[in-house]
């Protein structure tokens, strides 16, 4: 007889992998944040606060964003999520640009929000920077998918 291993035969994921602890003060933050919201502002903001969190951390956890099409390129050299990135970004120029040249949409004014860099862009870019470099003197760097890259831009 022959083995017919797939990988669809593998057994289901268990939940042993879940750390309570973050996962409590991650729940703890976000239900302090939504009574704070609550109190202060509406129970609307709260409610679409805490959306936010559900839906970030269902975007979390099935890796979708631009980081992770990244990290896929340079750990693996797959770049199907840079194309769609790429898509994406063309669609969005395809829907706005005209609306944005003729200066109104569904009879509301469309303007582009330009100002200038503030603090917060300030301390990012000194993240960043940071970041990089600390990724690139990790003494497992070697090991780091990612660290390739932040050596090439540090």
Known sequence: M??????????????????????GIALLLVALGA???A???????????VVG????????????GFTSAWRVFIAD??????????????????????ALAAG??????VTGLVS????SV???AFMSVWACNWAAAAPRARSIPWAAAARAWS
């Open 77 to 98: 050299g797959r770049g199907a999520g840079l194309r769609a990135q790429m898509v994406m970004l063309a669609i969005g120029v395809l829907l706005f640009f005209p």
């Open 104 to 109: 109104t949409l569904f009879g509301h004014p």
């Open 35 to 37: 009574v704070y919201l």
């Open 122 to 124: 300030i301390v990012g």
């Open 116 to 119: 200038p860099a503030g603090t």
């Open 2 to 23: 022959s083995d017919f291993s797939t990988p669809l035969a593998r057994a289901p994921r268990r939940l042993d992998f879940i750390n309570p602890k973050p996962l």
């Open 39 to 49: 109190q202060t502002v509406s129970a609307r903001q709260a409610a679409l606060y």
């Open 53 to 64: 969190a559900l839906l970030g951390m269902t975007l979390y956890h099935a890796a979708f």
